[in-house]
């Protein structure tokens, strides 16, 4: 029986429940963030409905593959071993932490946290509470640059870069911990084949995801996380909320050092109704948690889904919505693509074609800031760059959205700050993927398009600015001005 995005995440948070138990999230293949075909790739030999002789056979003749990743591994933990000794979590002050992602954009920012603004530094000067944030490694090769980049932010607030690899011993323990967990998945595997296809087939498909550099990065996030918990210093403990696995995992260690600690959650970016795992764990969640919203639409939103935690609304640092714009007279056309390859490649593909049937009109095309582009994206955009009415955006958002007259969006916040502009937003998205949509609260905000024709078709219509008025007032809903005091006012000590 195949299996459709919300039942496979159901099944999956049902197996965890009653036949592994949440340790295994650790693999985030047991936990599906937002179901997008970057992130649902992983799934795709249950969700073509593949026999399970087949998954076992795939598994059976990846193992030597499976090994060489596992040496390869070792060899480069002892090759980055230098890293460490630029990591001392001792040498940092614990009571407040925060966990965030160390993009190029944001260790580059040296105002503020590209995901909690100046939070932190609130916290640290009018709060009078120490805080040390925390950045994951984005980067094989630039450790020593990147921690010169984080002595450059602000110094009343500590700033720490884990690592990339883990250490030699701690390697071996990995290879033995999820060589054990995996087998786990093959017995009770097994164990359904005959009682429960659809778990069995789940099970077998996720033992290769063990050792996949994802599962390598929760564990290793867990290790160095645990080294700021385990003295049982961290007071409250802070981050982004998007339904990874890491999350709910990093919170019950957290706990289990210290069932004391406040926990706050940041949902510092859209929600969708393909966000499978913010709900599957907002339903571990209790009183001790506290969710702090980007506005009152997705308090409310999230609130639906499970009373059981505390939620603020925080606001957001993409609350800009208090100047009046003009519609653009120029016919400029503009896509944001979300920062995966697979995003980008389908916007190229597609401005490639609308670009010699729209020719009358400019293609803009806005990367995202922490894309890694490879080099079919790059040939992609080499191809692009000898059409006239084609060009990259050197741009600052304000100014593309200012004199775009249409954006083509999927999945990016982007879709959301049009609203308070004049640009006409249309969903571009096969009809599988509508639960990616940003603006999915309220269909007369926003067009929908499925492939390059019906682009064509809604871009020779002629719109009137109904939409635009009736998105200014529901902007406010969803990200408002960021405030504060309503964490200030909070005992963080």
């Not at 429940?17 to 936990?31: S, W």
């Not at 994951?136 to 700033?159: E, G, V």
Request: hydrophobic share 40%; proline share 3%.
């Amino acid at each position: 029986m195949k299996l459709n995005f919300k039942e496979l995440s159901e099944n999956l948070e049902n197996i965890l429940i009653e036949n592994l138990g949440t340790e295994f999230l650790i693999n985030p293949f047991f936990r599906i963030s937002k179901a997008t075909p970057e992130q649902m790739h992983p799934y795709f030999m249950v969700m073509r409905n593949l026999p399970r002789p087949v998954i076992l056979l795939t598994i059976l003749i990846q193992i030597p593959w499976y090994a060489l990743k596992l040496a390869i591994g070792l060899t480069l933990s002892i090759s980055f071993n230098h890293q460490y000794r630029g990591f001392n979590c001792n040498s940092h002050q614990r009571k407040n932490l925060f966990l965030s992602h160390g993009t190029p954009s944001n260790l580059t920012d040296q105002k503020k946290d590209r995901f909690f603004d100046v939070l932190p530094e609130k916290i640290s000067i009018h709060g009078k509470v120490p805080s040390t944030v925390v950045y994951t490694n984005q980067s094989n090769f630039r450790y020593k640059k990147d921690i010169k980049l984080l002595q450059q932010k602000n110094q009343s607030t500590s700033h720490v870069l884990l690592p990339k690899f883990l250490k030699f011993k701690e390697n071996l323990d990995f290879i033995s911990n999820v060589s054990l967990l995996a087998y786990r998945c093959l017995y009770v595997g097994i164990l359904l084949y005959v009682r429960d296809s659809t778990r069995s087939k789940i099970l077998l498909a996720s033992i290769s995801s063990f050792f996949t550099r994802k599962t390598y990065a929760n564990y290793l996030l867990r290790e160095r996380m645990r080294e700021f918990f385990q003295n049982k210093l961290t007071v409250t403990f802070f981050l982004t909320f998007e339904g990874h696995s890491y999350e709910q995992m990093l919170i019950d260690e957290a706990l289990k050092y210290n069932n004391d600690t406040k926990i706050y959650l940041y949902q510092h970016s859209p929600i969708v109704p393909y966000h499978f795992g913010i709900r599957n764990h907002l339903n571990h969640l209790d009183s001790k948690a506290c969710v702090l919203t980007t506005g009152a639409f997705y308090q409310e939103y999230l609130q639906s889904i499970s009373s059981k935690c505390n939620f603020i609304v925080l606001g957001s640092n993409k609350a800009i919505y208090t100047k009046s714009y003009a519609a653009p007279k120029s016919e400029l056309i503009l896509y944001v693509p979300e920062g995966t390859l697979r995003a980008t490649f389908v916007i190229l593909k597609l401005i490639h074609k609308l670009s010699m049937s729209l020719n009358d009109h400019t293609h803009v095309l806005r990367l995202h800031p922490d894309l890694k582009t490879n080099s079919l994206v790059k040939i992609a955009l080499g191809v692009l760059k000898n059409h006239s009415n084609f060009r990259l955006s050197k741009s600052d958002l304000s100014s593309d959205l200012e004199s775009s007259k249409f954006l083509l969006y999927r999945s990016s916040a982007v879709g959301i700050e049009a609203l308070n502009y004049k640009t006409k937003p249309i969903f571009y998205a096969k009809p599988i993927l509508k639960g990616l949509n940003v603006l999915f609260m309220d269909n007369s905000l926003h067009y929908q398009a499925v492939d390059a024709e019906d682009v064509i078709s809604l871009i020779k219509l002629d719109f009137s600015d109904t939409l635009f008025n009736k998105g200014k007032e529901k902007l406010q809903e969803l990200i408002t001005n960021l405030n504060y005091e309503r964490i200030l006012k909070f005992n963080l000590e």
